[in-house]
């Protein structure tokens, strides 16, 4: 097949220099009819188009080409126009991304942290704009859950762990109470077993808020006393009005007592701030390697001088909230009399000596850091 | 025989082939001259207007037979390249193609239109006034058109370019894309269809 294109090819060679077509068709019969249909229709080859005609179209082609520029122009001005807005829009996105960042941070952050004060704005402002009422409160009531999530990390953070003690419950005003002469904070998460009023015997859990109050956890009525209807605002009725011994509790009960039971009297507290009958939780504590199990049950040792009034224990200080500091479980005044050595902070291992009053809290009388 | 071809070969690919490459430009200066043209650069498009006017008017004028709308009908090819470029379609090689492609659809639009319009041509043939050409040459033209009518395009190129345009082969091959090869055996096939469309033509017609 390609030898047939190739010899067709020399023949219209032959034509095109001057050869007759017999002489070729002499030479290749056989291309004939091909070669003389390439005859005609070189004979019928149509003259050149005008030159007119071709720079009338090349005119109205370029003419065209302008128009077409012309509509491209606005778009590469809108283009250029919005390039000179780059560098605030630019600005602009930085911001929005360091804003998005900021808000997921601060979504984390505890009271104390760096970003705290901007998820307490933006919660501010989110209250701002509630103003439906329903609305509003539910922003309340997840603000305040907040809180409490906040205030239980934070106490983990810093391996406080909890506090419990037994009183008697002395003051029920808003959120805070008074318990056995200690007040206490009352969040909507406070589990509260029995139907608490004044003058009722209660046991508290409490942990260590990041303002130096106390955060019940738990508390549990244990006076019998029937109590005509306290009602304290801030806590949810139906868990008042639980019966005290099917709720399920968060915190196992301290089986460890150092001490006996004695119940501070209400009204005649010698110490403003006092704790009474702290009992170590050593279930919640958060960080075993500061505050190890084993070595969290010190027997009190008492000196044989100060039998019944004095004991020692050495443990974790957990936290220091004002004069009631919080070593191993057990809250302990300190006053200006107290002998403090070694500057403990908290998290540091101390040994603590302290006389027990006659409402079963206690005074320390020395505190020291174990190097 | 294989020698003359040989020499044919030589003489072609030394002088003609490569000073009209030279002249007419190589792939990459198609493609060159195409980028410029699709930003609608004036001197792309002017170059590119002048080299390829004739052979698109050839191409319709073998379609449609009359020189004025063989003219309008190229100057739309033209436009229509402009529109595309406008809208960043059209070829980015092988622009001929492109243009015979679209000079095809054009002349059925134009055949269409003519169809339901019918017009009297103030010429009828490409050649000049009709008192003018000898009424054997008429005949012969209107055959040609005819034949070539019956031809695929990429024959009707192929031919046309060849025997109208005078375009190497390899220069053929390189505005349609295809290779020498190929074109040579579309030229055959052309030849061979257009002689058997001719002889047909000439027995309906009583041997004239």
């Known amino acids: 097949m390609a030898e047939r294109e190739d010899v067709l090819e020399e023949a219209l060679r032959m034509l095109r220099e001057g050869a007759t077509l017999e002489e070729v068709t002499t030479r290749y019969p056989e291309l004939a009819p091909v070669l003389r249909a390439a005859r005609i229709l070189e004979a019928a080859r149509p003259p050149a188009p005008s030159l007119r005609a071709e720079l009338a179209s090349r005119t109205a082609f ?4 302008e128009a077409l520029r012309s509509s491209r122009r606005p778009w590469a001005m809108v283009l250029l126009g919005g390039l000179r807005y780059a560098p605030v829009g630019a600005a602009i996105a930085v911001m929005l991304l360091i804003a998005g960042l900021l808000h997921v941070l601060a ?23 509630t103003l439906d009422p329903v609305e509003r409160r539910l922003v309340e009531e997840t603000m305040a859950a907040r809180r409490w999530e906040e205030y239980r990390a934070l106490a983990q953070r810093r391996g406080s762990g909890t506090v419990s003690w037994e009183g008697r419950i002395e003051a029920m005003e808003g959120t805070t109470w008074r318990i056995g002469g200690v007040p206490v904070e009352i969040f909507p998460e406070t589990e509260i077993l029995g139907p608490a009023a004044p003058d009722q015997k209660a046991r508290v859990t409490a942990f260590l808020g990041p303002e130096g109050q106390l955060i019940a956890v738990r508390i549990q009525v244990i006076s019998e006393t029937p109590v005509p209807t306290p009602e304290p605002t801030g806590t949810p009725a139906e868990t008042r ?4 011994t099917p709720v399920p509790t968060r915190i196992p009960r301290p089986t460890p007592t150092p001490l006996p039971t004695a119940t501070p009297v209400p009204t005649a507290t010698p110490l ?30 008492r000196t044989p001088k100060e039998e019944e009034e004095t004991i020692e224990w050495k443990g974790v200080l957990q936290a220091i909230s004002g004069s009631t ?47 | 025989m294989g020698g003359v071809f040989l020499s044919e070969r030589i003489r072609w690919g030394r002088s003609t082939v490569e000073t009209f490459l030279e002249r007419s430009g190589t792939v990459t200066d198609e493609q060159a001259l195409l980028a410029r043209a699709r930003s609608l650069d004036p001197e ?5 207007h002048e080299r390829y006017y004739r052979m698109v008017y050839f191409y319709v004028l073998g379609r449609v037979g009359e020189r004025a709308v063989a003219e309008d009908v190229t100057a739309e090819v033209f436009l229509r ?50 008192a003018a050409e ?75």
């Not at chain 1, 009005?241 to 005290?244: F, G, I, V």
């Not at chain 1, 704790?275 to 009190?300: C, H, I, L, S, V």
């Not at chain 2, 096939?189 to 033509?201: G, H, I, P, V, Y």
């Open chain 1, 325 to 371: 500091w919080i070593i191993d479980g057990r809250a302990v005044q300190v006053t200006g009399d107290t002998e403090i050595r070694g500057d403990p902070r908290v998290g540091d291992r101390v040994e603590v000596k302290a006389r027990r009053q006659a409402d079963g809290t206690f005074v320390a009388l020395k505190i020291e850091r174990e190097d």
């Open chain 2, 44 to 48: 792309a498009l002017s170059e590119l």
């Open chain 1, 272 to 301: 403003p701030p006092a704790t009474a009958m702290p009992t170590p939780a050593p279930a919640k504590t958060q960080e075993p390697t500061r505050t190890p199990q084993p070595t969290r049950t010190p027997e009190p040792t």
């Open chain 1, 62 to 65: 370029l003419q065209r080409a």
């Open chain 1, 107 to 129: 979504q984390g952050s505890l009271p104390g942290d760096p970003l705290y004060g901007v998820k307490r704005m933006e919660e501010q402002v989110w209250l701002a704009l």
């Open chain 1, 241 to 244: 009005t639980e019966p005290p």
């Open chain 2, 134 to 208: 000898e009424e054997g040459d008429v005949v012969t033209r209107e055959r040609v058109r005819e034949a070539l009518n019956h031809l695929t395009p990429d024959q009707r190129a192929v031919i046309l370019m060849r025997f109208w345009m005078d375009l190497p082969l390899a220069r053929i091959a390189q505005e349609l894309g295809k290779s020498v090869g190929a074109v040579k055996l579309l030229q055959h096939r052309a030849l061979a269809a257009l002689a058997k469309r001719l002889k047909d033509m000439r027995n309906d017609d009583g041997g004239a």
């Open chain 2, 81 to 130: 390249l402009l529109e595309a470029f406008h809208r960043g379609r059209g070829p980015d090689r092988h622009l001929a193609a492109w243009l015979f492609r679209t000079a095809d659809h054009l002349v059925a639009e134009h055949h269409r239109a003519h169809y339901r319009h019918p017009e009297v041509p103030l010429e009828e043939d490409w050649g000049g006034s009709k």
